[in-house]
Structures are given as C-alpha cells and as structure tokens.
C-alpha cells in the first residue's frame, strides 16, 4: 500500500480464513503460479539492491514480477470485472507485458481491456458464464491477448 500499490497485495499473509476458496475456478487456475512467482520478485528485489550483476534469469524473474505488481494496480471503486481480472492476470503471467516498460503498463492493459471489449464479446460471455477454465477459453485468451500485443 505504501508503495502505492492499490489495492495492496501481500503474498504472505491473507487478509481472511477464507482464502483461496472464495476464488472461483477460474481465477483460481489462472492464478496458480503467480503468488509463486511474487514471492520470488520480492525475495530477488530485495536481494538486487545490493548486487550490481545480475544473470538473465534473475532479470527475467525482476521483469516478470514487477509486471504482475504494475498488473494488479486498479482505479480506486472500479475493481475488475471476472472477465478483465482473468486477462490481466494471463498477460501477466504468461509474459505477455514482460517487454511493455514500465510506466506504460496499466496503460496497456487498459487499451487490452478495451480491445477484448469489443473485439472479444463471444470469448466475455463464455468467461462470465462458465466461471472456469476450460480449452477452449485457455485458447481464447492466448490467442486475443497475443495478438493484441504483437501490434
């Protein structure tokens, strides 16, 4: 929160005993690996202040979890709707906001937000009904998402 990350995500704590349970399948699936790889940036964050060489992986894992931060920062009273929080989090990570710089992230994903609005109804409407992950939304998703960032 201090850092001006809103809402505030802490991959440490939950902030009720419900947890995970209160996800829906979707997001749940979606998200699997990102509290993983949060915990990875912050621990390698804090570590890189002090290295001045850093490897390509290191870099690669500072990239990827800086993005998934910059991806989870919302509008104040204007939370994502199921559909928008499963793109955010897919381009997040699946790398598809890794090469975005830094200051144009949320920018980004809210010209992919828009895009998906009025490209990608059939593949919203399969998201909202379905509320899980299933083949043909996976596909839908890469594919949308993909191709929007290979403009």
Do not use: C
Not at 15 to 31: M, N, P, Y
Not at 65 to 75: A, D, L, T, Y
């Amino acid at each position: 929160f201090n850092r001006g990350v809103r809402p505030a995500i802490n991959v440490g704590i939950s902030v009720s005993r419900v947890g995970g349970s209160a996800q829906t399948k979707l997001i749940k699936k979606i998200s699997g690996t990102m509290k993983l790889e949060l915990s990875q940036y912050y621990e390698l964050e804090a570590f890189s202040q002090f290295a001045s060489d850093l490897d390509e992986s290191t870099k690669k894992t500072l990239v990827r979890g800086k993005r998934i931060v910059q991806s989870m920062i919302q509008k104040q009273g204007q939370p994502y709707a199921l559909w928008e929080e499963a793109a955010v989090i897919w381009a997040a990570t699946k790398g598809h906001l890794d090469a975005v710089e830094d200051d144009k992230v949320v920018k980004r994903i809210g010209e992919l937000l828009v895009h998906m609005e009025t490209a990608e109804k059939e593949l919203i409407d399969r998201i909202e009904t379905t509320k899980k992950l299933e083949d043909d939304i996976k596909e839908g998703l890469e594919r949308a998402i993909s191709s929007f960032f290979k403009k």
